[in-house]
Nanobody, 119 residues
Framework: QVQLVESGGGLVQDGGSLRLSCAAS????????LGWFRQTPGKEREFVAA????????YYADAVSGRFTISRDNAKKMVYLQMNSLKPEDTAVYYC????????????WGQGTQVTVSS
């Protein structure tokens, strides 16, 4: 099973940008689809973006489409989330997750990184 560690969170002003990184270890990286999720207190974790094993296909939640970009570097075993035009409502803990291409559920999760957007 792959292990995931996120980094890159922080405090940014409304309209600013951040790039989150997620480093993977263990497992065969190209056997996994990678995703980003986020959660705020009192709310369920929600899907943000995903990228297939090849990096060719990407998927986004409507709330972030056009502002966020997910990408992966299979050689470095890294996945990224470039976040532009950030809004206060993007404030959350962001989690990196992985699921086998043969599975329907994400089974590996990072510890999360806090993103705070001030107005």
């Amino acid at each position: 099973q792959v292990q995931l560690v996120e980094s890159g969170g922080g405090l940014v002003q409304d309209g600013g940008s951040l790039r989150l990184s997620c480093a993977a270890s263990g497992g065969t990286f190209t056997r996994y689809q990678l995703g980003w999720f986020r959660q705020t207190p009192g709310k369920e974790r929600e899907f943000v973006a995903a990228v297939t094993w090849s990096g060719i296909n990407t998927y986004y939640a409507d709330a972030v489409s056009g502002r966020f970009t997910i990408s992966r570097d299979n050689a470095k075993k890294m996945v990224y989330l470039q976040m532009n035009s950030l809004k206060p409502e993007d404030t959350a803990v962001y989690y990196c997750a992985a699921r086998l291409v043969t599975s329907s559920e994400y089974e590996s999760w990072g510890q999360g990184t806090q993103v705070t957007v001030s107005s």
